[in-house]
């Protein structure tokens, strides 16, 4: 078996809200990996970490503690990187009962040393889209500059010449509408998705390994949506690239991955094949999976009464992270066998079936 | 002061009779933005106005929820502001409880303003951060009433049950609620005014799943308890088929269709709605990729010169007619034609 392109393990990301004198859990061991040419889908509520996961793969959390534990192996060039190398010399971590209570780290060192091992990977091995393309663009330069600096920067072209037509290829394939007038136009004269559009066009004209989509579609019209949704599925089926992509919008998931894993408060609840995960019909399925399904707005999912089935109770505050389950106080399948259980103890990632993992006391037999 | 009372009697009324009264009715409203190029450019020419909502007409039964779709930039917004003269109207008329309310002096408005109320699409923007969410609460409470404290706190209970909101998160700023609480305080302003009208615009959007399903089911509780009207303004199709009495979708400011919510998502006639409804990502993914045929329709964009209907350009319809003249004569421009059971199109090759 050939390994991932990437594998993640054990991360942890933490931050630290003065006001509260107390960790923010944002990242709290998520593990998972991505073989080449597969999508995998992050799907979960908003504050479950799934942007933070991103960001500590790119190395761009700035704020303190941020990333204190964990593995990010990278495939390059057929050897495999560490891009959390040397990450024990700059962290003392100490706590009790597998609860990270205090955090030393050099951050200084510490950024000095990711950007050492980021440099070359950043933009030329992994490429991201942005959550918001309207301000992740520069709104001083014309955005056909902007993807020529990515092309001058991440592949052997030198020329600016060349890289202009390049720029031009590749705005073409994202389908803008004549790219050579809009070359020159700034991201205020362009439309959400047309922003969109070129903020993809800047990540693949890298020609990363790895793409990182951050909720691409989110905030767009349905129209837009959907066309965005089939530019993805296009150049995945044209140039077979990896994509982890990142959405709480699980019809978008479902469309575009081939596995998907579901967070919920800064942890991975449930990773395995989109259509065991995803399919409703299941009923070896996560709690928390199981009512964000049943929560999308649509005819199957209504009650008798016209209601719609919401999972009751507010996402996770990642500082004050409950013993045992995250998802107890929301949860509707807690039975009085376990409960001692899901109320004290953290339940772990259980196989259930080939490639299917579930975190809940359910399916710990 | 209009207190539950009154209200649920109101509900009660309803039951009984079985033809609610109109509450909101709007008729050819337009509503014209001048767009000036530059000092001195502005000298020479006439200034460029963009039609953001250009004749739209129609009506908002009591306790009815009408939809109201469109991409953006559409106009959806600006039909709800400018209902609620929050933007002044161009021409047109809008007619809210038998009043009309298009030429009302602001002293006016203010004893109606109680009545007709907006929940707003931001409301990051829309709270006062430097309020705690009892002093927002009780500043809506006693603006339109005096009230004594005890009755005040008795009303701010009233509400926070209303809307399922804890107690313990009156002391709260807004920068540490959830965005459902948020939601929560923004519908509970609302209502705390004694408002009958409510123009709920984007009251979803920027809300997880599992949230927005808790806000729509709070939205029709109200309104089945309190006997409230919503003009629900959404880009999100899904829920406004499931909350909605009836749709009106919106193409470039004026009304394309409009019927009743099923028929719009299933049996629609306009080929924009077609369109609209069949990008819904989530059919698509049910669909297999090789029956779903490419569709390749142009860009919204507003200041594209048109003539005639204003959805030609991207029309599938118009194109495989052969692009007959009668879509892009200005002297011709589709209407809205009654096509039986309440449904309206303005299309002249209705599908």
């Given at each position: 078996m050939t390994a991932p392109l990437l594998h993640v393990d054990n991360l942890h990301t933490y931050f630290y809200s003065s006001g509260k004198q107390a960790f923010i859990r944002s990242v709290d061991g998520v593990a998972f990996d991505i073989a080449e040419g597969e999508t995998l889908g992050?799907?979960?509520?908003?504050?479950?970490?799934?942007?933070?996961?991103?960001?500590?793969?790119?190395?761009?959390?700035?704020?303190?503690?941020?990333?204190?534990?964990?593995?990010?192996?990278f495939k390059t060039n057929g050897t495999i990187q560490n891009l959390l190398e040397h990450l024990d010399t700059y962290v003392t971590v100490s706590g009790q009962n597998n609860r990270i209570m205090q955090v030393n780290k050099d951050l200084v060192g510490w950024e000095k040393n990711v950007d050492k091992i980021m440099r070359d990977i950043r933009g030329k091995k992994i490429g991201m889209i942005f959550q918001n393309p309207k301000s992740s663009l520069n709104p001083f330069q014309p955005v056909g500059k902007q993807i020529m600096e990515s092309i001058l920067l991440h592949t052997s072209v030198t020329n600016p010449e060349e890289a202009r037509e390049r720029a031009l290829t590749w705005l073409d394939r994202v389908k803008i509408d004549s790219p050579r007038l809009r070359f020159d136009n700034y991201p205020y004269g362009l439309s959400g998705g047309m922003c969109q559009r070129a903020m993809i066009a800047m990540a693949l004209a890298g020609e990363p390994l790895l793409l990182i989509a951050d909720e691409p579609t989110t905030g767009l019209d349905a129209t837009i949506q959907s066309k965005i949704i089939d530019l993805l599925a296009e150049l995945k089926s044209e140039f077979g690239i990896t994509i982890l992509l990142i959405s709480h919008d699980i019809s978008i998931i479902s469309r575009l991955s081939e596995r998907v894993a579901v967070m919920y408060g800064g942890t991975i609840v449930e990773y395995g094949p989109s259509r065991d995960v995803l399919a409703r019909d299941r009923s070896a399925k996560h709690?928390?999976?199981?009512?964000?399904?049943?929560?999308?707005?649509?005819?199957?999912?209504?009650?008798?009464?016209?209601?719609?089935?919401?999972?009751?109770?507010?996402?996770?505050?990642t500082i004050n992270i409950p013993e045992g389950c995250r998802f107890q106080n929301r949860c509707s399948r807690c039975t009085d066998a376990i409960r001692e259980q899901c109320m004290h103890e953290e339940p772990p990632l259980h196989e259930i079936a080939k490639g299917h993992h579930i975190r809940c006391w359910l399916f710990e037999s | 002061m209009r207190l539950q009372k009154d209200i649920i009697f109101d509900a009660g009324y309803l039951r009984v009779n079985p033809m609610p009264k109109t509450i909101l009715e709007v008729i050819d409203l337009k509503k014209h933005f001048t767009h000036r190029k530059g000092i001195f450019s502005g000298l020479k020419e006439k200034h460029q106005s963009i039609p953001a909502v250009d004749g739209v007409s129609f009506y908002l039964k009591q306790n009815e929820t009408v939809g109201l779709v469109g991409e953006s930039g559409c106009g959806k917004t600006t039909i709800g502001r400018t209902i609620l003269r929050l933007t002044p109207p161009t021409s047109g008329k809008i007619i809210f409880d038998n009043k009309d309310i298009t030429h009302m002096s602001h002293n006016e408005l203010l004893h109606l303003r109680g009545e007709m109320q907006m929940i707003f699409q931001d409301l990051d923007a829309a709270l006062n951060p430097k309020m705690r969410v009892r002093d927002i609460l009780k500043e809506a409470i006693t603006v339109h009433h005096e009230l004594s404290d005890t009755e005040v706190s008795a009303r701010m209970q009233d509400l926070l049950d209303q809307v399922s909101l804890k107690k313990s998160k009156l002391a709260n700023f807004p920068h540490e609620l959830s965005g459902g609480e948020k939601r929560r305080v923004g519908i509970a302003r609302?209502?705390?005014?004694?408002?009958?009208?409510?123009?709920?615009?984007?009251?979803?959007?920027?809300?997880?799943?599992?949230?927005?399903?808790?806000?729509?089911?709070?939205?029709?509780?109200?309104?089945?308890?309190?006997?409230?009207?919503?003009?629900?303004?959404?880009?999100?199709?899904?829920?406004?088929?499931?909350?909605?009495?009836?749709?009106?979708?919106?193409?470039?400011?004026?009304?394309?269709?409009?019927?009743?919510?099923?028929?719009?998502?299933?049996?629609?006639?306009?080929?924009?709605?077609?369109?609209?409804?069949?990008?819904?990502?989530?059919?698509?993914?049910?669909?297999?990729?090789?029956?779903?045929?490419?569709?390749?329709?142009?860009?919204?964009?507003?200041?594209?010169?048109?003539?005639?209907?204003?959805?030609?350009?991207?029309?599938?319809?118009?194109?495989?007619?052969?692009?007959?003249?009668?879509?892009?004569?200005?002297?011709?421009?589709?209407?809205?034609?009654?096509?039986?059971?309440?449904?309206?199109?303005?299309?002249?090759?209705?599908?």
């Open positions: 992050l799907v979960g509520e908003s504050g479950s970490g799934k942007s933070i996961t991103a960001l500590s793969i790119m190395g761009l959390i700035s704020e303190g503690p941020g990333v204190i534990r964990g593995n990010i192996h709690p928390y999976t199981q009512a964000l399904l049943a929560s999308i707005p649509n005819e199957e999912n209504l009650t008798e009464n016209g209601y719609l089935k919401a999972i009751e109770g507010d996402v996770l505050d | 609302v209502l705390s005014v004694g408002a009958r009208l409510i123009i709920a615009d984007e009251p979803t959007s920027a809300l997880d799943v599992s949230i927005q399903a808790q806000v729509v089911n709070l939205l029709k509780d109200l309104q089945k308890h309190l006997g409230l009207s919503y003009l629900f303004i959404s880009h999100d199709l899904r829920v406004v088929e499931l909350i909605s009495h009836k749709v009106a979708v919106m193409y470039l400011g004026k009304i394309v269709e409009i019927g009743l919510a099923n028929r719009i998502a299933t049996k629609a006639r306009h080929p924009y709605t077609t369109i609209l409804w069949s990008s819904l990502v989530e059919k698509q993914s049910r669909e297999s990729d090789a029956s779903r045929q490419v569709k390749t329709w142009g860009v919204f964009d507003y200041e594209r010169p048109y003539s005639g209907c204003r959805f030609a350009p991207r029309c599938p319809v118009y194109a495989a007619n052969g692009r007959p003249d009668v879509c892009t004569n200005p002297e011709t421009e589709p209407v809205l034609r009654d096509t039986g059971d309440a449904h309206r199109v303005a299309c002249h090759f209705p599908l």
